[in-house]
């Protein structure tokens, strides 16, 4: 298989794959939810030649987190804000961790 062939991008987490429709549905939600979360720049969609929005499938589980807490209550900008602020707490983490695992290690034998 090549890079462009369709049945290589299936496992291509980044790849637009899915309509608004077949998006809101996956999700059990309204295409309002997802132009919603849209114009907070939560999610940017693809735009297809003719204007039409393609999710990834990346893009739909952050758009069911922020679906999930709108479900508990949460106003939608906060809810996008939350979803925001997990996604850079887990970014920190993993730079931190990567930064743990390459630094010198501190010298036990050192004066104190």
Not at 69 to 97: H, S
């Amino acid at each position: 298989m090549t890079a462009d062939d369709p049945i290589s991008r299936l496992d291509d987490d980044g790849y637009p794959a899915y309509t608004m429709g077949r998006a809101a549905d996956m999700l059990g939600t309204t295409q309002g939810f997802l132009r919603a979360i849209e114009e907070t720049r939560l999610i940017t969609p693809l735009r297809a030649a003719g204007g039409h929005r393609r999710y990834s499938r990346h893009q739909l589980r952050i758009a069911a987190r922020a679906r999930e807490l709108v479900d508990q209550g949460t106003p939608i900008e906060a809810a996008c804000r939350i979803v925001i602020l997990e996604d850079q707490l887990v970014e920190a983490q993993r730079i931190n961790d990567e930064y743990s695992r390459t630094a010198e290690p501190a010298n036990p034998t050192a004066a104190a």
